[in-house]
Nanobody, 125 residues
Framework: QVQLVESGGGLVQAGGSLRLSCAASGRSISRYTMAWFRQAPGKEREFVAAVRGSASSTYYADSVKGRFTISRDNAKNTVYLQMNSLKPEDTAVYYC??????????????????WGQGTQVTVSS
């Protein structure tokens, strides 16, 4: 079993930055596919970014490409999401997800067996 705890959310003005953290416990996630999803009010949960494999290959949704960076620190068993140039449309609850497989292509919700509780990000205009 893997437990995931997100932190780092908050309120920020448009154009600002936040760094989300996802701390894992229970097992090493160094070879897991780790991802961030988000869910805005009234909308479905959507994929944001993923990092996979020992070489830390990354994949991003088009809406965040060039602004967000996903990374992992295996020594801390933690995954990060650095979010820059934030926009009001980035407002959502952000969730961390984990799966032990190497997931090719654009991951979907159903691919992941482990989820955190979410952290709120609010971007004001």
């Amino acid at each position: 079993q893997v437990q995931l705890v997100e932190s780092g959310g908050g309120l920020v003005q448009a154009g600002g930055s936040l760094r989300l953290s996802c701390a894992a416990s229970g097992r090493s996630i160094s070879r897991y596919t780790m991802a961030w999803f988000r869910q805005a009010p009234g909308k479905e949960r959507e994929f944001v970014a993923a990092v996979r494999g020992s070489a830390s290959s990354t994949y991003y949704a088009d809406s965040v490409k060039g602004r967000f960076t996903i990374s992992r620190d295996n020594a801390k068993n933690t995954v990060y999401l650095q979010m820059n140039s934030l926009k009001p449309e980035d407002t959502a609850v952000y969730y961390c997800a984990a799966d032990p497989r190497y997931l090719f292509g654009a991951p979907i919700e159903a691919d992941f067996g482990y989820w955190g509780q979410g952290t709120q990000v609010t971007v004001s205009s």
